[in-house]
């Protein structure tokens, strides 16, 4: 089963990097001597390792480099966890970018004393020319910078890659060397933070009078021997040895995912916005053949979970997308109610993913692999239901066996965005409650939250009683929060280690009517069978 699913990934990533590559177009040799230093490093032998190793080499080091694949926003995402970590120790720290040409760190200094505007600052850089890669992705470091007055850095020199790694390191070695008290923390290309290349170089400038940690994120070669062990998503931190980590966020496939949007859009505007993209213009592929590819998905998942729908039942579908909303709008108006019509226009708002009202097509905002993996596990889930399932819940007023419906969809739809992309995160119980003790969450938002963690905890008390007061939507996002969190501990504990009675609860879950009891079962079966209470979102 596992072997079918990993094929499918095998499939998406070989498809996904062989286009990125193409769209790369001629590499340099020293570019090609570089990747290939790389992946001979990233064979070596890793072992398992934990936050706790990790944050202890960070205090322990005066500079840590973090890889940056610079289209893909989880690298930069993955620094602001890391600055969280240094904070909390109460280190002193400076910023080190390769973003910003050493020539202007001077612009760099005026921005965060206050001195010049965010535009000014980006024009003064020349930021839309000399990177080009999303300024969104590295904002965020700039605004702490600011707040809490972090030095920033600037790294970035023209020339080879080598000799673009030796005037950095001269850089960060005089920093060092002015400030021996504050640790560096350097964000910079995947290529470039390889142990003999930038990092070798600071180590000759200060004469190898410095510790360093060397943080590698997403490596394919990893993932990939992870995968083979049947455990790729227990280890989310790893090491070469003792001074160098490896940080599994992503599936391997997302980031050249990320590279071909930039290719295709970013590269030749920097200010292109994706989601106002997507909006205005509708998907942006991982393939130029889109029912193709969301057929594909199907038939893996049927196969995976061993549901035996028809390759012809599978077929029977059609994609909508914001190209389309008009069409989608007229369908929906076809709904016998207006608080029917009401929800699925609510949902369009939110960027939700759903079947169309009483016909085998479905609206999926873009055609990413997380969106096409989810509503492919929507089709299967709905392909064995009888015929206008949902319509007759809805005609007939039925809110409960509704809410039923809609947790068990979005848990069987995540658990096969997860089969696709295991490092998928949502919110989970310690997180709600954790939200909830916070003034941030308010009004309708903080009531469902309460009513979705009152509903696992309280046991005895009656579905009918928790919900009462519930419109469709309420009843959608509380079915929607409660299915993501169970279709994520379904996925980490029963699928990878317990085949045989993970197939019972599947089919069990798809295959039998809606009712309390039956939801009941699942949460007994998943939620408190595995502590459902000590669950959280990753950090990494």
């Known amino acids: 089963m596992k072997d079918s699913i990993k094929d499918v990934q095998k499939n998406i990533y070989n498809y996904l990097k062989n286009k990125a590559q193409t769209l790369e177009g001629k590499k340099s040799n020293e570019l090609i001597k570089y990747q290939r230093d790389q992946n001979r490093l990233n064979n070596r032998k890793f072992y398992s390792s934990n936050i706790g190793e990790l944050s202890s080499s960070i205090d322990d080091s005066e500079i840590i480099y973090l890889g940056d694949f610079h289209t893909f926003d989880q690298s930069s995402r993955n620094l602001k966890r890391i ?28 921005f965060l004393a206050g001195h010049i505007t965010e535009l ?19 904002k965020t470091f700039f605004e702490i910078a600011k707040k809490t007055n972090i030095p920033i850095i600037a790294l970035n020199t023209q020339g080879s890659l080598s000799q673009r790694d030796k005037k950095a390191a001269k850089v960060l070695a005089e920093f060092h060397k002015n400030s021996p008290q504050k640790k560096i923390l350097v964000l910079f290309g995947e290529y470039h933070i390889v142990k ?194 949902l319509e007759d819940l809805l005609s007939k007023n039925k809110r409960e066996e509704f809410f039923y419906y809609h947790f068990e969809q979005c848990l069987i739809a995540y658990f096969c965005s997860k089969l696709i992309n295991p490092y998928r995160k949502c919110d989970m119980y310690r997180d709600y409650k954790n939200l909830l003790k916070g003034r941030s969450i308010k009004g309708s938002k903080r009531s469902l939250y309460k009513t979705g963690l009152s509903i696992l ?11 009462k007061g519930y419109r469709l939507l309420g009843l959608y996002n509380l079915g929607r929060m409660l299915g993501h969190m169970v279709g994520d501990i379904l996925f980490d504990t029963v699928f990878l280690k317990d085949e045989e009675s993970f197939h019972q609860l599947a089919h069990e879950i798809i295959l039998k009517e809606v009712s309390e009891d039956k939801f009941r079962y699942i949460l007994e079966k998943v939620a408190y069978k595995n502590n459902y209470k000590d669950s959280f979102k990753r950090t990494f």
Not at 121 to 138: D, V
Not at 306 to 328: G, S
Not at 457 to 467: A, L, R, S, V
């Open 196 to 389: 003999n290349k930038l990092p070798n170089q600071v180590l000759k400038c200060l004469n190898k009078s410095v510790i360093q940690t060397i943080i590698h994120q997403n490596l394919d070669e990893v993932y990939w021997k992870l995968s083979k062990s049947n455990k790729p998503l227990m280890d989310k931190v790893l090491k070469f040895n003792k001074r160098e980590y490896i940080l599994l966020t992503s599936a391997p496939w997302l980031k050249y995912e990320s590279q071909i949007y930039w290719y295709e859009h970013l590269s030749e505007d920097p200010e292109f916005d994706i989601h106002e993209y997507i909006i205005e213009n509708g998907a942006l592929n991982f393939s130029e053949n889109v029912p193709e590819n969301f057929y594909f998905l199907c038939q893996h998942i049927n196969k995976t979970l061993q549901l035996d729908i028809d390759d012809d039942k599978l077929e029977e579908f059609t994609l909508y997308d914001h190209i389309r909303l008009e069409q989608v709008q007229k369908s929906l108006m076809k709904a016998p109610s207006i608080k029917i019509q009401n929800l699925y226009h609510s949902l369009i708002k939110r960027g939700r993913s759903f079947k169309i009202y009483n016909q085998p097509r479905y609206f999926c905002p873009n055609y990413s692999i997380n969106r096409l993996s989810y509503i492919a596990g929507i089709h299967c889930y709905i392909t064995l239901k009888p015929k206008n399932y």
């Open 83 to 110: 600055i969280d970590i240094i904070k909390s120790k109460k280190h002193e720290f400076a910023i080190g970018l390769e973003l910003v040409h050493v020539n202007h760190q001077k612009f760099i200094d005026y």
């Open 457 to 467: 905890d309280k046991k005895k008390t009656p579905i009918k009683d928790q919900i």
């Open 120 to 138: 000014e600052f980006l024009e003064s850089i020349n930021y839309t020319e000399s990177w080009r890669f999303p300024w969104t992705y590295y």
